[in-house]
């Protein structure tokens, strides 16, 4: 009879243990989505700090790479000094595929500071992770 009874009180605690566990990958998977956003956000903004164009340039949307190479937007971007930053806000859309992320930076660049400059992200969900999508720029002709 004990055995039975140990069984029951095993059993018993086994499915509490299930239950609490799943109640907790429930709630982590809430929190998924903005905390990869944000480790990935974290990463990119380091390398920014860093210096290491190459490792930024991977967190860039497919769209942007097949656009511009990384040679080329290393020379545009290797004179701004990035020296903080700070997140402000995280919105991931319903969807989850999309999401707005706004910082404060503090750069140099040509001997000027800027501290506290606004910038807001567009992330895009592509092939599993977060990429910064750069939106295409609209060229401005000089008539020359």
């Not at 982590?28 to 700090?49: D, F, H, T």
């Not at 500071?113 to 977060?130: A, C, N, R, S, Y």
Request: include cysteine.
């Amino acid at each position: 009879m004990k055995t039975n009874s140990s069984r029951k009180i095993f059993f018993v605690l086994f499915i509490a243990i299930i239950s609490l566990a799943s109640t907790a990958c429930a709630s982590l998977k809430n929190k998924a989505p903005e905390e990869a956003l944000k480790e990935r956000v974290q990463g990119m903004m380091q390398a920014k700090i860093n210096k290491d164009w190459a490792t930024v340039y991977t967190y860039f949307d497919e769209s942007f790479q097949k656009r511009e190479s990384k040679e080329v937007f290393s020379k545009k971007i290797e004179s701004i000094l990035f020296k903080t930053y700070t997140i402000e806000k995280i919105e991931i859309s319903p969807s989850g595929k999309e999401a707005t992320v706004k910082i404060k930076n503090d750069i140099q660049t040509k001997g000027f500071d800027f501290k506290g400059t606004p910038e807001t992200q567009h992330w895009i969900m592509e092939g599993g992770e977060w990429r910064l999508q750069v939106p295409l720029r609209t060229e401005v002709k000089t008539g020359k």
